[in-house]
């Protein structure tokens, strides 16, 4: 048999068993079927499409509640507030400029530390040096009982360390004897860090600071005051002859950093940086601190 | 012409027509498929699960895999091992076998169609003939490539597809089937009809 007859036999065969099978239509089951078809609708709760979106919806949740949750709060160390002189009417009448020189009135400030001395003493004795250029770096605190101003020459390393309370104010006054950029921080027992200056929040002036003029640092009528009951803060004043802008860039990270690892590790890049200025030459830059105690 | 796939989007929305028109179109090859190639011992009940299933798993029908004829088979094949599992039965029985039990529904029919006194003798006798040489095949694999070419006009391709083995495996089968076939029809005096 060739391949042709062969294949002619194998069709007839074929064509007999479509034949002879039976002809079948939908039975009820099948209409009932696609009748539940049409009614089920697209997305049953156990569909695959619902469970992805749900998971999703979940996931969007989580990723919300992570970055919406509120930052610990934190009290910053450093409060500002106006001095208990300038609450009677004197912080009006006090540099509210910022290179106004201070001048206190013996009848209302009160010193402690240093001998009472007449404003017409105070001027003759800042116009002398403006004309010998003189140099200043006082941390200037004053507590409410006395209201009167205490002041420590930062440049002359304290032997005794003060003690501030919440309800003590300080500040700092500068004069410089050339133009330098000084950078302000402080660094409390719990490892924060603030720059109290340059700061636009204390104070509005901006590096370079010049010569021959006064800065009080915040600006008056408002002083610095510690807002945490107990430890010790270290302040740290440099006065370097050109910009540092690492310094600025490191407080920026600090600021927009969240977590306590993050500021951890800034601070301890900005520490380091404190220690290199400790090794550069004085002609450079020079570097004071101070440390008091909150009771 | 409404294509395959395009009742199948009908389907999807319950139209009842689509369905009725695919049964027309598919289930006769279906039956056959299954009563000849599954050997499905009731054949009938298996093309209803099988529309059953199509409904069911309309949704996931993509025509860019496979066509619709393809994916019918498929579902078929399928449904016949879940039947077999089912019954544990583990090896398929053979066609002669199957034709020869009683009771079987598609031996019943077969025997009726073959005792249809429409049909010349010569050619009942000639249809029982190939029959019997198909029922003689050895390799399952090769019974089954060879019903499907011929019964259900299928080629290489769709065949493949069904049974998902290559074109090339599928053509092999079919020309030795059809071999062996031939060579039993002869054996039986059978060189023309």
């Known amino acids: 048999m060739d391949k042709k007859k062969f294949d002619e ?23 009932q079927r696609l009748k539940d078809r049409q009614k089920k609708p697209r997305f049953t709760v156990f569909s695959w499409p619902v469970r992805w979106a749900a998971a999703g919806i979940a ?37 509210q400029v910022l290179n106004e020189i201070e001048v206190p009135r013996e009848e209302e400030v ?28 006082v941390f200037q605190y004053q507590r409410p009982d006395t209201q009167a101003v205490e002041e420590l020459d930062i440049k002359v390393p304290q032997d005794k360390i003060i003690t501030l309370s919440t309800e003590d104010n300080y500040r ?69 002859d050109r910009p540092q802008p690492d310094w600025d860039e490191l407080y920026a990270q600090y600021e927009g950093m969240d977590k306590k690892k993050g500021k951890r590790e800034i601070l301890s890049q900005q520490t380091d940086a404190f220690k290199s200025i400790e090794k550069t030459p004085e002609k450079e830059a020079r570097m004071f601190t101070i440390r008091f105690q909150i009771q | 012409m409404i294509t395959d796939e395009h009742l199948m989007d009908l389907v999807r929305n319950g139209d009842k027509e689509s369905i009725n028109e695919l049964y027309r179109r598919h289930a006769k090859k279906l039956y056959v498929f299954l009563s000849n190639v599954m050997k499905v011992s009731n054949p009938e009940d298996l093309v209803h699960d099988v529309f ?22 498929r579902i078929a094949q399928n449904q016949a091992i879940n039947l077999f599992r089912r019954q544990k039965i583990v090896k398929f029985s053979s066609l002669e076998q199957n034709i020869g039990q009683e009771g079987s529904e598609s031996s019943l029919h077969l025997k009726d169609t073959l005792e249809d006194k429409s049909q010349p003798a010569d050619v009942s006798a000639l249809i029982l003939a190939v029959r019997e040489c198909i029922g003689e095949l050895r390799k399952e694999a090769e019974r089954q490539a060879l019903v499907m070419y011929y019964i259900l006009g299928q080629n290489y391709q769709e065949i493949s597809a069904v049974f998902q083995k290559s074109i090339s495996a599928v053509r092999k089968y079919v020309i030795a089937a059809g071999e062996r076939v031939r060579q039993c029809l002869e054996r039986k005096g059978i060189d023309s009809f």
Do not use: C
Request: charge should be negative; aromatic fraction near 12%; hydrophobic fraction near 40%.
């Open chain 2, 52 to 73: 059953i299933r199509v409904i069911e798993k309309a949704r996931q029908f993509n025509p860019q895999k496979a066509s619709f004829h393809t994916w019918l088979f």
């Open chain 1, 59 to 95: 996931a969007a949740v989580i990723i919300l509640f992570i970055v919406l949750q509120p930052a610990e709060e934190i009290v910053p160390l450093v409060g500002l507030r106006k001095g208990f002189i300038g609450e009677k009417g004197e912080g009006t009448e006090r540099a």
């Open chain 1, 110 to 137: 009160p010193r402690v530390a240093q001998a009472p001395r007449t404003a017409a003493k105070e001027m003759a004795k800042r116009e002398k040096k403006s004309q010998v250029v003189s140099e200043q770096y």
């Open chain 1, 9 to 31: 036999l194998m069709d007839k065969w074929a064509s007999h068993e479509m034949n002879s099978a039976p002809e079948i239509n939908p039975t009820a089951e099948v209409y």
């Open chain 1, 172 to 240: 700092f006054v500068l004069e410089l004897a050339q133009e330098a950029y000084v950078y302000i921080y402080l660094i409390g027992d719990d490892q924060s860090l603030i720059r109290l200056f340059p700061n636009s929040e204390y104070q509005p002036a901006q590096n370079p600071l010049q010569p021959g003029k006064t800065y009080i640092i915040p600006a008056p009528p408002n002083w610095f005051f510690v807002q945490e009951t107990e430890g010790e803060v270290k302040l740290y004043v440099v006065a370097s």
